[in-house]
């Protein structure tokens, strides 16, 4: 049986050294301030809008949390993007992806202050990633996988990480930063996705198996080869009536039967979530941090 990578209690380590970093800051007379926008009411956007304001509401943060009506419209986004942009308590913003139809989403993107894009979608931050900058920001959940790896003590340099999807938020920036020379990179990279060729052939060759494709449950026994460390970044809402909400989250990773071959995994919840909220509230204190 695999060992379980516990997100929640590596999470926690992560807010031991930035409850001590915001008391510094504090100190200094700033509190970082972060700013989380969703606009329209789908059900997880404000699950995860919800998790984020929290978070930074119990480690002292100034927290704005707006939420816009479904029928905002671009210009309205911009705006408030431009006023945020503007303001000196806010040193992080976020726009919860992803918005509704009317909004172009790579243009409110780039309406961002680079300087302030915790997130790390901004062309100028995804540019910092493939150069190694390291005044840039990388997106909060490549991020924490690669800290729930080193915290693991899970050898990335040199092993075979197959990384299955290849988003804008998930599978692009964490293939770069686990292919990055240094501490927490220096791996061979593969990205998979819904078109490769014998793909199951290709992810029983990895060492670390990254589950990011948004699809309940795919990952088999069959993709995995024995003695692999699973990583799973699925959060799909599948219907359950014996649940009282109607619905239970699943990972990308059918946990029963691939964690009786996996060395370790992450559950879902517990695993990969709380690591990136973690790394959303350290990417503000570096934002603030910058901006002094
Ligand atoms: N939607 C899903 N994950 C994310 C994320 O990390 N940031 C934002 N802004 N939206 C998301």
Do not use: W
């Amino acid at each position: 049986m695999a060992n379980l990578i516990d997100g929640r209690a590596i999470a926690e380590k992560v807010y031991v050294d930035l409850r001590r970093e915001i008391a510094k800051l504090k100190s200094q007379g700033v509190t970082p301030g972060l700013a989380v926008v969703l606009v329209g009411d789908n059900p997880a956007s404000r699950a995860y809008v919800r998790s984020k304001d929290k978070m930074s509401r119990e480690l002292g943060l100034h927290s704005v949390k707006l939420e816009l009506p479904a029928a905002t419209t671009q210009a309205e986004l911009l705006a408030r993007v431009e006023e945020l942009n503007r303001d000196p308590a806010i040193h992080g913003i976020l726009v919860q992806s992803p918005p509704p139809k009317q909004i172009d989403e790579a243009a409110i993107v780039r309406a961002l202050d680079p300087r302030k894009d915790v997130d790390g979608f901004h062309p100028e931050n995804v540019a910092k990633l493939v150069s190694a900058a390291a005044d840039g920001f990388v997106p909060c959940t490549p991020l924490g996988i690669q800290r729930l790896l080193i915290e693991s003590k899970i050898d990335i340099s040199g092993a075979h990480v197959v990384i299955l999807g290849r988003s804008m938020i998930v599978g692009k920036p964490l293939a770069l930063l686990l292919m990055q020379k240094g501490k927490g990179g220096d791996a061979t990279v593969t990205v998979v996705h819904s078109r490769s060729r014998n793909l199951e052939k290709i992810t029983r060759s990895a060492d670390i198996l990254i589950a990011a494709i948004g699809r309940a449950n795919f990952v088999k026994s069959g993709h995995v080869r024995d003695g692999a460390v699973i990583v799973d970044v699925g959060i799909n809402r599948v219907e359950d009536a014996t649940s009282e909400r109607g619905y239970r989250l699943a990972g990308d990773v059918a946990f029963d039967e691939v964690a009786k071959k996996a060395a370790a995994i992450t559950p879902v919840p517990g695993g990969v979530g709380p690591m990136t909220i973690a790394m959303l509230m350290s990417n503000t204190v570096k934002a603030c941090r910058q901006l002094l």
